[in-house]
Antibody
């Protein structure tokens, strides 16, 4: 079955760029939307953005100026870059697959285990 | 942006109880709503999509209902493994996805 695995540095300095990669295994990355979602400790879930395998993206307006997502179909991976990070960006970052139910809407049906990223000097 | 508000923020219940969690959207979202269960230290798990459709493999004691602005998640007979935090999510593909703040279901 399809599995997702996040990878990247667990510690990022303030003002630098957070970079994470999600590797898709057990299936193809093609023909799906893929998302990044984050969760600060003890808080709720925040959608960061999504990318289609064509490279088309949609971002949360509150983060749009700092977010870049990309996809590498040859490696079955997609990536997140978040620039100019502050302590407020400290969170568990999840990657997830978006499943589309046509006119019935979307949902995140497969999630990675999450990776903790701390922003600190 | 569409805001999603869940109530209650936390609820205590016993094994075997029937529990209902409510999610309200700040504007109508048809049936574009999903529900997730999250246990400590784990990723969320999809329970319900399209407001009332049960995700494959999810026990039938979970059910969802509603449309427009008001939605509910019901657990008909609580099991020990159901104690977790539950989130609703606005699921319209043409809008920004947004989550409710979560409802923590605790053992009484």
């Amino acid at each position: 079955q399809v599995q997702l695995q996040e990878s990247g540095p667990g510690l990022v300095k303030p003002s630098e760029t957070l970079s994470l990669t999600c590797t898709v295994s057990g299936g193809s990355i093609s023909s799906y939307y893929w998302s990044w979602i984050r969760q600060p400790a003890g808080k709720g879930l925040e959608w960061i953005g999504r990318i289609y395998t064509s490279g088309s993206t949609n971002y949360n307006p509150s983060l749009k100026s700092r977010v870049t997502m990309s996809v590498d179909t040859s490696k079955n991976q997609f990536s997140l870059k978040l620039s100019s990070v502050t302590a407020a960006d400290t969170a568990v970052y999840y990657c997830a697959r978006v499943v589309r139910f046509g006119e019935l809407g979307d949902a995140f049906d497969i999630w990675g285990q999450g990776t903790m990223v701390t922003v600190s000097s | 942006d569409i805001q999603m508000t869940q109530s209650p923020s936390s609820v205590s219940a016993s094994v075997g109880d029937r529990v209902t969690i409510t999610c309200r959207a700040s504007q109508g979202i048809s049936s574009w709503l999903a529900w997730y269960q999250q246990k400590p230290g784990k990723a969320p798990k999809l329970l319900i999509y399209a407001a009332s459709s049960l995700q494959s493999g999810v026990p039938s004691r979970f059910s969802g209902s509603g449309s427009g602005t008001d939605f509910t998640l019901t657990i008909s007979s609580l099991q020990p493994e159901d104690f977790a935090t539950y989130y609703c999510q606005q699921a319209n593909s043409f809008l920004m996805y947004t989550f409710g703040q979560g409802t923590k279901l605790e053992i009484k």
